[in-house]
C-alpha cells in the first residue's frame, strides 16, 4: 500500500531565514505549516554567515542597495516589513548587538541567537521542521500541491519555495528552486555567482602573491559602480567589501580601478615631505598611508627606495597615478563555492510584489534568494529574506 499522505495547508521548501520567517507568520495566522529541508540543520547559512555573527540587517535600507531586472519590485517587500521591524523582534529577545561600519548590524555573541530566535518563534507558531527530508518530485491537482520526499509525500493548498541559490554548495545550496519554477513555467533569469571574491591572471597573481593577508581602505569601481569599502589580498587574488561588492556588477573580461588613497593629494603630501625631508625614501613617505610591502610590490623596489630628492613633478605625478588609478583585469571570481550570494534566479515580473505569490500558478510562492533580487553585502540579503518571508506569510 502506499504511504500515507500528510495534510497541512502550507508548505515551505526551505528551513533558512526567509523560509522560517514565512513559517512564523503563517503559523501565527493559525495555518497548520511543514518547513521541509534536505540539510541536516536548520539555517546553515545564517550560522555562517558574518563570520559566525550574522549580518542579520542594516540601518539604511532602499532599493538601491539590490540587484534585480526589475529594480523596482523589491519596494513594496522592504516597506512592509522593515529593518526596524526585525530589530524589535530582536530587541523582543534581548539579543545583544553591534553597529559596526555602513550601518551594518551584527550579533555581538554569535549567529546562533538570531537562528534560535526564529527557531522559538516557529515553535510558539507550531511549525513543523523535517530535516534531512529529499525532495523527489513536485506537482499540482486539484489545486492541491503533493511533494514527493525520502520521508514520504505531503500535501498542501500552499507552497512556498525558500530553497535559495546556488552560492555556499557546502551550505547544502540546490537549484531546486529555480527546477520547481521553470516545472511550473516561470522565466528565471541567468544565474551567476555574486559578492564573490576574484582571482588573478596569472602574471598579476605572482606579482601580488607576497601581499597575502594585508588589507587596505580603498574605492574600487567599473563603469557602472563604485564602492569605498576595505580590500584584502589573498593568496588566490582580491577580496575584502569593496571587492565583493563591485564582483556583482562585473562583467569577464572587464577592467576594474582601484584607488588606494580616495580624495587624498598624494602630489602636495610627497612635494611637502620632499622639502622637509629630502633624503627620506619614497617607500617610508608614503608609509604613513599605505603599508610598505604594498608599495614596494605596486612601484618597484628601485622607486619605492629613492630618497624624494630625486624625483620630479611629474614623477610624483605618475606615482599618484599608479596608486589611484589602478587598473586590473580579474581572471574569474571563484564561483559559487565562496560567493556569499546567487545573482540572477525567477523572474520578479511573474511575481506579485506585494505577496510573493506566482502570477501563474495561484497558491505558489517564491521568498529569499531563489527570487531575482539580489542584496549588497551589509545585511541587506538577510533583509530582503526577512521582508520576503513576512509578506508571503501574511497570505499563505
Not at 121 to 127: Q, R
Not at 185 to 196: E, K, N, R, Y
Not at 361 to 383: A, P, T
Amino acid at each position: 500500500m502506499p504511504d500515507k499522505i500528510v495534510q497541512t495547508d502550507v508548505l515551505i521548501i526551505g528551513a533558512s531565514a526567509s523560509g522560517l520567517m514565512c513559517a512564523i507568520e503563517a503559523g501565527k495566522r493559525g495555518r497548520q505549516v511543514i518547513v521541509l529541508d534536505h540539510a541536516n540543520k536548520a539555517g546553515k547559512k545564517i550560522l555562517m554567515s558574518g563570520g559566525g555573527r550574522c549580518n542579520f540587517t542594516n540601518l539604511e535600507v532602499s532599493a538601491e542597495n539590490f540587484i534585480s531586472h526589475n529594480p523596482h519590485f523589491c519596494k513594496s517587500a522592504l516597506s512592509r516589513y522593515t529593518q526596524r521591524d526585525f530589530i524589535a523582534m530582536v530587541d523582543d529577545y534581548q539579543i545583544p548587538y553591534e553597529e559596526r561600519d555602513l550601518g551594518k548590524l551584527f550579533c555581538v555573541n554569535r549567529a546562533k541567537d538570531i537562528l534560535n530566535m526564529l527557531l522559538s518563534e516557529c515553535g510558539k507558531a507550531k511549525v513543523v521542521i523535517r530535516l534531512k527530508c529529499e525532495i523527489s518530485a513536485t506537482e499540482k491537482a486539484d489545486d492541491k500541491f503533493l511533494i514527493h520526499t525520502a520521508q514520504g509525500s505531503f500535501q498542501a493548498d500552499s507552497l512556498v519555495i525558500a530553497s535559495g541559490g546556488l552560492s555556499i554548495p557546502k551550505m547544502c545550496a540546490s537549484p531546486l528552486g529555480y527546477k520547481i519554477a521553470e516545472q511550473f513555467g516561470h522565466h528565471i533569469w541567468p544565474t551567476s555567482a555574486g559578492l564573490v571574491p576574484f582571482t588573478l591572471q596569472p602574471h598579476d597573481r605572482e606579482k601580488l602573491a607576497s601581499l597575502s593577508g594585508i588589507a587596505v581602505a580603498g574605492l574600487v569601481s567599473n563603469k557602472r559602480k563604485q564602492f569605498k569599502e576595505n580590500i584584502l589580498f589573498t593568496h588566490r587574488g582580491l577580496s575584502g567589501p569593496a571587492i565583493l561588492q563591485i564582483s556583482s556588477y562585473w562583467l569577464p573580461g572587464e577592467v576594474i580601478n582601484i584607488n588606494l588613497l580616495p580624495g587624498f593629494n598624494i602630489i602636495d603630501f610627497l612635494k611637502a615631505r620632499q622639502s622637509d625631508q629630502p633624503n627620506c625614501q619614497l617607500k617610508t613617505a608614503l608609509g604613513e598611508l599605505l603599508p610598505k610591502q604594498l608599495l614596494t610590490t605596486l612601484l618597484g623596489k628601485g622607486t619605492a627606495d629613492t630618497p624624494l630628492q630625486k624625483f620630479s613633478y611629474n614623477r610624483f605625478n605618475e606615482i599618484a597615478r599608479q596608486l589611484q588609478h589602478w587598473q586590473i583585469k580579474p581572471n574569474a571570481t571563484e564561483g559559487y563555492r565562496t560567493a556569499e550570494v546567487t545573482l540572477g534566479g525567477i523572474d520578479c515580473d511573474e511575481l506579485s510584489s506585494k505577496t510573493m505569490e506566482s502570477s501563474k500558478v495561484q497558491n505558489l510562492f517564491f521568498i529569499g534568494e531563489v527570487v531575482d533580487v539580489s542584496g549588497w553585502l551589509g545585511g541587506y540579503n538577510f533583509q530582503w529574506a526577512w521582508s520576503s518571508g513576512w509578506c508571503a506569510g501574511q497570505v499563505v
